[in-house]
């Protein structure tokens, strides 16, 4: 669920403008658009006009979100979508962590970060979900 500023060009004017999007992903790992729209600002009341309008096209529910962390999405996925779970993507968390790491240390912080990723996911995806040990 990002959202990014765009340049939006009325008459003659140019306005930075939020586009809200949602994206989802198939079974076979293909991402498709859902829905999107522009509005005034990225808050909570845009975000869940977003929501009721899925919801009105048919959407009935949403085992999983993705989100970058924005509070106003969180709170209109609480309130539109409250038994789904969420989950921080984990570009942003990186970013984030690696907002807080010296300059010198980031090219280390994160190849240790996404081997810690990279080996969970590897795991979740083991029948099972046991980690088998790779050496003895």
Not at 16 to 33: D, N, S, W
Not at 82 to 99: A, F, I, T
Not at 123 to 134: A, K
């Amino acid at each position: 669920m990002p959202s990014a500023y765009f340049n939006v060009i009325y008459g003659d004017e140019s306005q930075k403008m939020p586009i809200l999007a949602l994206i989802g992903i198939t079974p076979e790992g293909q991402r498709e658009v859902i829905a999107f729209t522009t509005g005034e600002h990225e808050n909570a009341t845009a975000w869940c006009d977003l929501l009721d309008n899925i919801k009105e096209n048919g959407l009935k529910q949403i085992d999983l979100w993705i989100t970058d962390g924005g509070q106003a999405m969180i709170n209109a996925l609480k309130l539109k979508f409250p038994d789904s779970k969420r989950q921080r993507c984990m570009k942003h968390k990186m970013d984030n962590v690696l907002s807080h790491v010296p300059e010198k240390q980031r090219v280390e912080v994160e190849s240790d970060f996404k081997a810690i990723f990279y080996t969970a996911r590897s795991r979740q995806s083991r029948p099972g979900g046991i980690d088998l040990p790779t050496e003895i």
